[in-house]
């Protein structure tokens, strides 16, 4: 408001952790709140947003962290996909105009290395929530090295070893 000295925002330079170097933060208020860093290049250049000690090229922290891809020449709820760190997993998806209102995990990898693709929650190594589609063309091959192959219909098939097969579902 008018009259008010107190910082809204600043900008920042000082020296590094040897002395020498120097550091450029970003300082921001939210409404009400104090005055944080949000935002740092260190004397590697590397850029931390969310972090003082960043250590990679960019290095973004916080809870649920975003990064957000968005191309204003789409139509509109096709522009904006997502990167994102939650609770371990690594989530891709994609997102509407208002942002999280429909958020969809188009890719997980969860904790365990288990493989989602349009699953949020994968079970197995490789988890497809839809149909899936191998191959290109006559003479491509799904090789299944041991186990089962189980699909859903009520008659079962026997397959031996490099014999080929095909039949309809």
Excluded: C
Excluded at 64 to 77: I, V, Y
């Amino acid at each position: 408001k008018a009259g008010d000295n107190i910082d809204r925002a600043w900008i920042g330079g000082f020296r590094g952790s040897s002395g020498k170097a120097g550091q450029l933060t970003f300082w921001t208020r939210t409404s009400g709140g104090n005055i944080t860093e949000t935002v740092r290049i260190n004397e590697n250049g590397n850029l931390g947003i969310g972090t003082t000690t960043p250590n990679w090229n960019l290095q973004a922290a916080g809870a649920r962290p975003f990064f957000t891809l968005s191309d204003t020449s789409s139509a509109a709820n096709l522009k904006h996909w997502f990167m994102s760190s939650q609770g371990g997993n690594f989530y891709f998806g994609t997102s509407s105009d208002a942002y999280a209102t429909s958020s969809v995990s188009r890719l997980t990898i969860n904790t365990n290395g288990l493989l989602g693709l349009a699953s949020s929650s994968p079970s197995s190594l490789l988890t497809v929530n839809g149909n899936a589609y191998l191959g290109g063309g006559a003479g491509d091959i799904l090789t299944v090295h041991a186990g089962t192959v189980n699909y859903p219909m009520s008659a079962t098939s026997t397959i031996k070893d490099n014999t080929i097969y095909s039949w309809t579902i």
